[in-house]
């Protein structure tokens, strides 16, 4: 009894331990601040940015519809504005989705120095600066850009396609930035496949198909999730890739966020919108824990 | 083993860094804030060899971006080159502090009527900077003589998607002002929706908001944008293709002063770095790089001649009075930004 | 028979030849990149006029380019020195800072059970999606506050508080339903946590922590909004350097920049493949 009860004390003193730099520096520097902003999101704008210290919760009531005062009405764009940059978002993880998860799997059939030299070669793009690398996507689809000069040439096309500023050029932007978000998590749980469990199962009579669903789609969920989880987040946030690419006529929510501090010098409204679409995520990606939970609780028993 | 390593080279590499950066911090420093692009990277050169200063230069896009980073508390900064509206509003926000250039050596080159700050007539506080007009650069194989705003409309309902206009809230909008007739600090309601209406009704037509065409304008993937004069530069270099002009229905037009902020820590460096601004063969030098309007008297003389005469660089008297100038709007601002939220978004 | 299938000639054809598409996406626009680097055209890099090397010569402060016209477009040694070895720095520290947080979490949450367990998910994921713009301000008014004074150090903390989220997801993915056989073998047979950790552990996660860390770096060396509100004087690091110039278009010069910067890793790199693929 005593010998459980030491090891136990040892488990909790480990594991406190593991979480500790996590706790402090988290909740030194991250919920502060965020606090910070928490607090602002329930006060009256500034004139000339900040904020002035008095109550006023219809920042919400702008982009929900209540409270409202006589300055703030209710605007139905800030919803569509945020489904539209859902939309965009999971469009995005869907493309890097289909482009790594086969080649994840390319890169783990490797052996050796070849494999790292494959990972290697599809990590390295990523060293050069994202700006750089969403500016070339822009010669690359404008008019006189590459794709176009192309199709001219080859006479599959007579006028150049609009191939920039639109939802199309956004996803391309954000699916070549965030491709390694993706690509990482799902090669990391692809590559510890086990597979005896796909031999076990064909064994078993079980179809190609069969197998896949049954055996290694759910053998590679977690990284699929993990995934999705950090391609979802930046591409809903990201402002970069609307502006550059877009050519902000493609409006997203970190645009707008971005415009409220530094144009409208609206920085409780921009917070209040910040928090609604971080309330919304987390909801979004417990639930999808939960689930995965419940499914894995099933897995086992 | 190896992370701890890697931890102990990296944290004795940061500081070493921190400590080389607060070196440089030390005495003989002079801190800038400008706008990107906003200074001949010479001039500092110059300055730094001949007072034996050493200057960084740090850079920032919109007025409220400064704003912001100054309110929320960075210091270290000693010059900051804010519009005349933000200048006004820095002062009232108490971050700027008097310098008293009107009292140093050569503020008699400057041009009276550049002194546009209404907290600050007599500049006591800032320097009058540069001007300029917001007009539109164009590719002239794609259009060969461009010389309204009508005309720019015009192409773009015509050729789709070969235009843009800036991605700014004021600028935009007041083109839609300014071609109803209104002033560009209206706070009427009416009048502002009609802007917004104009330009919601010119959007499809338009390919982008945003400012850096000069690349697709030269390359012809744009025909024509609205743009900033410096853009002149580039149509000087191959005055055959390109060309910029302030339309003849009238323009907005911007002045940036530079400003002392209240948390100078190098004082002395940056009254001289003013003083040194004020000669005109320097105010000259800048002017050929950033090619916008002077506001100094006896610099325009000393201008190259295809800057001098130029008529957006250095525009006739009838002209200038067809430009107009933001004025800090306080809460009408609202208006504009909620009808620009429109305008991006339907 | 699928495992069959998938190593029969039509399968691994298949495969590579997907893989060729794959590495065709990643690089194409670098090699646009690399074709520009060497445009002589100083004021507009999307229009070719002729082959130059000088771009990559007035990186290292040689050749004063063309014309005097040109000069005032390019940027001194000294800055590009000055805002690369920022961005190193800044990401070397971060991003090493939060693997090792990231990791130690990862493993604590896939490891015990303990209450409150849901509670440390959701913080997790917080940093990832708070905007850039509002974390950005957020800290800046923190620092300012709390009397740090902004430099790099700033920037560093800055970056960690968000980066050990996307290292955590990252691990524990690969965590996720390893097999702990091994690791309880090495602990009935009396090696200590640490032991256990170093030999057992790390080894089978250490593609996930690799993966991680790899994934914080870029993420750093990328971020530009956070950094640019926490930065303190002359701590601009490129992607703010690049943001800066951005209106008047890219300069080749920061086209040869970045082709460096490829080279450089690329070299690193292969010096580490090679190192260990001799230790094997």
């Known amino acids: 009894m005593a010998g459980s009860g030491a090891i136990l004390a040892r488990k909790r003193r480990t594991l406190i331990l593991l979480l500790a730099p996590l706790t402090l520096m988290l909740s030194v520097f991250f919920l502060i601040p965020l606090s910070i902003m928490v607090i602002y999101s329930f006060l009256e704008p500034g004139l000339y940015g900040g904020v002035e210290w008095n109550w006023y919760p219809y920042n919400y009531g702008r982009i929900l519809g209540w409270p409202l005062n006589d300055f703030e009405t209710f605007e139905v764009i800030y919803l569509k504005i945020f489904l539209n940059s859902a939309q965009i978002a999971v469009m995005t993880v869907i493309v890097t989705f289909l482009l790594s998860y086969p080649a994840a799997f390319w890169v783990s059939r490797m052996t050796g120095a070849r494999k790292n030299l494959a990972l290697f ?40 396609l609009n191939l920039l500023f639109t939802n199309f050029s956004v996803i391309i932007g954000m699916v070549y930035i965030l491709t390694p978000f993706m690509f990482l998590p799902i090669y990391a749980s692809v590559e510890k496949l086990d597979y005896s469990l796909v031999r076990a199962s064909q064994d078993l009579g079980a179809n190609p198909i069969q197998t896949f669903r049954r055996v290694i789609l759910p053998l590679t969920a977690p990284g699929i999730i993990g995934g999705s989880v950090i391609v979802f987040i930046p591409a809903l946030g990201n402002f970069i890739v609307p502006a550059f690419l877009g050519g902000s006529k493609v409006q997203m929510t970190g645009n707008l966020i971005e415009r409220s501090f530094l144009q409208s010098r609206d920085w409780p409204f921009g917070a209040a919108l910040a928090l609604l679409i971080m309330a919304f995520v987390v909801i979004l990606v417990m639930f999808q824990i939960s689930r995965q939970n419940r499914a894995a609780e099933r897995g086992i028993a | 083993m190896n992370m701890i390593k890697y931890l102990k080279s990296g944290v004795a590499i940061a500081a070493s860094v921190m400590a080389m950066t607060s070196i440089a911090s030390a005495e003989g420093s002079l801190n800038l804030y400008n706008w990107g692009e906003y200074i001949n990277p010479e001039i500092i ?50 971050l700027l502090q008097p310098t008293n250039v009107n009292q140093m050596p050569g503020f008699e080159n400057i041009d009276p009527s550049a002194l546009r700050s209404k907290e600050d007539p007599k500049a006591e506080y800032c320097l009058p900077y540069a001007w300029g007009a917001v007009g539109i650069f164009y590719n002239k194989e794609m259009i060969p003589e461009l010389t309204s705003w009508q ?83 580039n149509a000087n270099q191959s005055p055959d293709k390109l060309g910029f002009v302030i339309p003849e229905e009238g ?23 003013l003083e040194f601004m004020m000669r005109p063969d320097v105010s000259a030098k800048n002017t050929e790089r950033l090619t916008n309007g002077s506001v100094n008297t006896a610099a325009i003389a000393l201008l190259p001649d295809e800057l001098k005469n130029h008529p957006a660089v250095n525009p006739p008297a009838e002209m200038r009075a067809k430009l107009q100038i933001f004025d800090d709007l306080g809460k009408s601002l609202r208006l504009y930004t909620r009808a620009w939220d429109r305008v991006k978004t339907n | 028979m699928l495992d069959k299938i998938l190593s029969s000639r039509f399968w691994s054809w298949l495969f590579k030849g997907y893989g060729i598409v794959f590495l065709i996406f990643l690089y194409l626009p670098l090699g646009l990149i690399f074709v520009y680097s060497f445009n002589a055209n100083s004021i507009n890099m999307a229009v070719w006029t002729d082959f130059t090397f000088d771009w990559y010569l007035t990186i290292f402060g040689g050749a004063n380019s063309q014309s005097e016209f040109d000069a005032a477009f390019t940027e001194s040694p000294e800055r590009i020195f000055e805002v690369v070895r920022n961005s190193a720095v800044v990401a ?20 015990y059970n303990f209450a ?44 960690t508080t968000f980066l050990a989220s996307y290292v955590f997801i990252v691990v524990s993915a690969r965590l996720a339903g390893m097999d702990t056989t091994l690791e309880q073998a090495s602990a009935d047979l009396g090696a200590g946590p640490l032991t256990t950790f170093r030999r057992v552990t790390l080894p089978q996660i250490m593609p996930g922590v690799v993966g991680g860390f790899l994934l914080a770096f ?13 930065a303190g004087v002359g701590s601009q690091t490129l992607p703010i350097f690049i943001l800066a110039m951005m209106r008047r278009g890219l300069r080749p010069q920061i086209n040869a920049l970045a082709v460096l910067l490829l080279a450089f890793s690329f070299v690193v790199a292969a010096i580490g493949l090679y190192l260990r693929s001799r230790k094997t």
């Open chain 2, 251 to 273: 323009a907005t037009m911007y002045q940036e002063d530079i400003c002392m902020l209240k948390t100078a820590p190098n004082t002395a460096n940056a009254l001289k770095f």
């Open chain 3, 92 to 111: 070397l520290c971060a991003s090493t800072i939060s693997t090792v947080i990231g990791t130690a979490t990862a493993i604590a949450l896939q490891r």
């Open chain 3, 218 to 230: 870029i993420i750093s060396l990328d971020d530009v909004v956070i950094t640019y509100f926490i």
């Open chain 2, 151 to 233: 005309q720019f409309f015009d192409y773009a309902a015509a050729n789709p998607g070969k235009v843009t206009m800036l991605d700014d809230l004021r600028e935009t909008l007041g083109v839609g002002l300014i071609l109803n007739g209104a002033s560009v600090n209206s706070s009427d309601k009416d009048e502002i929706t009609a802007a917004e209406e104009f330009i919601l009704k010119q959007k499809p037509n338009i390919g982008a908001f945003r400012y850096d065409i000069i690349p697709l304008v030269t390359a012809g993937d744009m025909a024509a944008s609205h743009y900033y004069v410096g853009a002149v530069l």
């Open chain 3, 116 to 159: 409150g367990k849901k509670f440390y998910q959701a913080l997790l994921i917080l940093p990832m999606i708070v905007p850039d713009i509002v974390l950005g301000i957020a800290l800046l008014i923190f620092f300012v506050g709390a009397g740090f004074e902004l430099s790099l150090l700033t920037i560093i903390i800055g970056h």
């Open chain 2, 45 to 94: 050169e110059d300055f730094s060899k001949e007072f034996d200063v050493d200057v960084t230069l740090d850079t920032y896009s919109t007025n409220e971006e400064m704003l912001a980073r100054i309110q929320a508390g960075a210091t270290g900064y000693d010059l900051v080159w804010p519009s005349v509206h933000m200048h006004d509003i820095m002062q009232k926000l108490n």
């Open chain 1, 121 to 160: 070669l599809i990590t390295l793009p990523f060293f050069a600066n994202m700006l750089v690398r969403i500016y070339a996507w822009l010669l690359l689809l404008r008019p006189t850009g590459f794709f176009n000069t192309i199709l001219q040439s080859t006479g599959l096309i007579a006028e150049p």
